[in-house]
């Protein structure tokens, strides 16, 4: 009799978990799709206790966090990040290496969402997704629902907006740095919605860069989006990807005031979906970029190895060193951060072998000071190992430059022609990825994952295929 009552308690049990099961599987209405440029898992722990309850507290506590993340290639900025979580890809396949680079028809440099093709709204920025070359998560849900899904992007800039949602997309959105004012692109819009005409005109926003302030006006648009769109309302899954800004360069803001502030944006948007469309039909997803800009430090001061690598001097040195030996002739085209970019034209019209000036300038450049390594295409093209992949992953043949200079940790690297300076590190800000909501159950997972797998997972949660240069797999 005993072993009866077991065997039942077994069978309720197994029938809970199936239906707990089901559940789950269940396909989200609407996805939030959330990704905090210069998240920092050290900071976010740090204010832990100067948080509400419903934000970061109930993310971490209620959600399955993975708190290990890492991108698969390198140098990772917000853009190559962005476009990396949406595409599940990385830029040797995407075409993001950076936020701009050199544009080779002018020599001067561009952002990765220029095109003159599309005119502002809004904006004098004329923009585009089209150098972003796959699809994106929001372009496959539009595909596989025959363009009824609605599918938003919301950020404080325009790259974060265009390269979280890409092609498809209703619309991107992002504040304009001189007016202040909600703008986009005419590539997304032939005629503005009324809802976002009469919130452009009546919400702008200026001074973003200075306050913390931008996450509560993205939180604000997001809603509205959600509401006068019409998103999360029938069986057709949406998607909202929204960018966050956690900077801790700021100089008239404190840190732990952008923490918290983020934390009761969170809530507020957490909430208030949950109020109105529900908790089991709303996914979230949260992560962040591993880029951080920070004021560059005084290694000298402490006696640690440091100093400063002149990419425009050693650029023009190297012309010079081209021209003793090939003869006299502008061989270097450009150079931009830490790449620079040859005349391929000149090479070819004096018939000399790339693989030999490649291995003129890696000489030459591997004598200079502070310099570490020197990688040529041939070499991303060729060379197996780890660090060298991780680098043939962050390069397009598109945009990136012949040669990448990479200089020695704690030094920086400065272009006196356009007053650049940044400095090197190896190390990358730790964030995790959250996934909440939706029947998703708490859990904490410390194996090492990149976030490339953000989009084949969500992709797998909704029932659709993977953007098309995805090679990752779901997350478990």
């Known amino acids: 009799m005993r072993n009866h009552y077991i065997s039942a308690a077994i069978l309720a049990t197994l029938t809970t978990a199936s239906t707990h099961a089901q559940m789950s599987q269940s396909t989200p209405r609407l996805v939030i799709n959330i990704t ?3 998240l920092r898992s050290d ?27 890492s991108f698969p290639f390198t140098p990772v900025d917000r853009a190559s990040a962005i476009a990396s979580v949406s595409t599940g890809a990385t830029p040797h396949y995407h075409g ?3 936020l701009q680079w050199l544009d080779r028809s002018t020599l001067r440099p561009v952002s990765c969402v220029d095109d003159k093709q599309h005119a502002g709204v809004y904006t004098l920025s004329c923009s585009s997704p089209k150098n972003l070359l796959t699809s994106t998560l929001g372009d496959e849900l539009k595909i596989c629902s025959d363009g009824k899904a ?15 949602v890409g092609h498809a997309a209703d619309g991107a959105l992002w504040i304009d740095e001189q007016s202040g004012t909600w703008c986009s692109s005419a590539y997304y819009f032939r005629s503005v919605p009324k809802w976002l005409n009469e919130y452009a005109v009546t919400n702008k926003y200026k001074g973003f860069k200075l306050s913390s302030g931008v996450n509560t006006a993205v939180t604000e648009l997001a809603l509205e989006c959600v509401s006068k769109a019409q998103m999360g309302t029938d069986g057709i899954t949406d998607l909202l990807s929204v960018t966050f800004y956690a900077g801790s360069d700021e100089k008239l803001t404190k840190r732990q005031d952008i923490y918290t502030g983020l934390d009761r944006d969170l809530a507020k948007l957490i909430n ?38 002149y990419i425009n001097r050693t650029a023009n040195l190297m012309n010079v060193f081209l021209s003793a030996i090939y003869g006299q002739a502008r061989y270097v085209e450009g150079y931009y951060g830490n790449q620079i970019y040859l005349n391929h034209k000149l090479l070819e019209e004096k018939r000399l072998s790339l693989n030999e000036v490649y291995s003129r300038c890696e000489e030459f450049l591997m004598q200079n000071a502070g310099v570490r390594d020197v990688y040529t295409t041939r070499r991303l093209i060729t060379s197996a190992d780890s660090h060298t992949e991780k680098i043939r992953q962050g390069y397009n043949t598109v945009n990136c430059g012949d040669i990448f200079v990479e200089i020695a940790p704690g030094w920086s690297i400065q272009n006196e022609d356009i007053h650049e300076t940044y400095q090197y590190r190896l190390a990358m800000a730790s964030f995790p990825i959250i996934f909440y909501g939706a029947g998703t159950r708490p859990q904490q997972t410390h194996t090492p994952v990149t976030a490339d797998r953000i989009a084949p997972t969500v992709a797998k949660s909704i029932r659709i295929r993977a953007p098309n240069a995805c090679l990752q797999t779901p997350l478990e």
């Open 43 to 69: 900071y976010m722990e740090q204010y832990l206790s100067f948080y509400g309850s419903d934000g970061f507290k109930k993310l971490l506590a209620e959600g399955k966090v993975y708190s290990d993340v």
């Open 272 to 309: 208030s979906l949950e109020g109105s469309i529900g908790k089991e039909n709303v996914l979230f997803v949260i992560t962040g970029t591993a880029f951080t800009q920070e004021d560059i430090d005084d290694y000298g001061k402490y006696r640690v190895p440091t100093g400063t690598f």
């Open 96 to 98: 993001i290496s950076s």
């Open 36 to 38: 905090i440029d210069q």
């Open 150 to 164: 609605i599918v938003y992007g919301i950020a404080p800039f325009r790259d974060a907006a265009i390269l979280s």
